[in-house]
């Protein structure tokens, strides 16, 4: 599947941005999401997964309790709504799709699950 990830921008500590991903392709299938972000000079770390169910919603312990992932499995759609930001939460945010249908929550946490990845939209947090 093609990924497209949008909704990065500049905002004030302590502000709000919501991040989209609009997924396209073979979308019939059954797949996990999950969003991921890499600082300069850092690895890529996760953020936040849905299975495809999104019963449940696997967080960092970075984020918990500010961010809110969401997917919308009609629509090929997941969201990121990130309040109270932080300056540490500057990054380029990717959202990924992992192609196995039944994919382990706890595993959606490694970047080696997902199969494809969006191009990224930056996050800038100013203090």
């Known amino acids: 599947v093609q990924l497209q990830a949008s909704g990065g921008g500049l905002v004030q500590a302590g502000g709000s941005l919501r991040l989209s991903c609009e997924v396209s392709?073979?979308?019939?299938?059954?797949?996990?999401m999950g969003w991921f972000r890499q600082a300069p000079g850092k690895e890529r770390e996760f953020v936040a997964a849905?299975?495809?169910?999104?019963?449940?919603?696997y967080y960092a312990d970075s984020v918990k309790g500010r961010f809110t992932m969401s997917r919308d499995n009609a629509k090929n759609t997941a969201s990121l709504q990130m309040n109270s930001l932080k300056p540490e939460d500057t990054a380029v945010y990717y959202c990924?799709?992992?192609?196995?249908?039944?994919?382990?929550?706890?595993?959606?946490?490694?970047?080696?699950?997902?199969?494809?990845w969006g191009q990224g939209t930056l996050v800038t947090v100013s203090s």
């Open positions: 990924a799709a992992d192609m196995e249908p039944y994919a382990i929550l706890s595993q959606l946490r490694f970047t080696s699950s997902y199969d494809d």
């Open positions: 849905k299975r495809y169910s999104g019963d449940t919603t």
């Open positions: 392709g073979r979308t019939s299938r059954r797949y996990g």
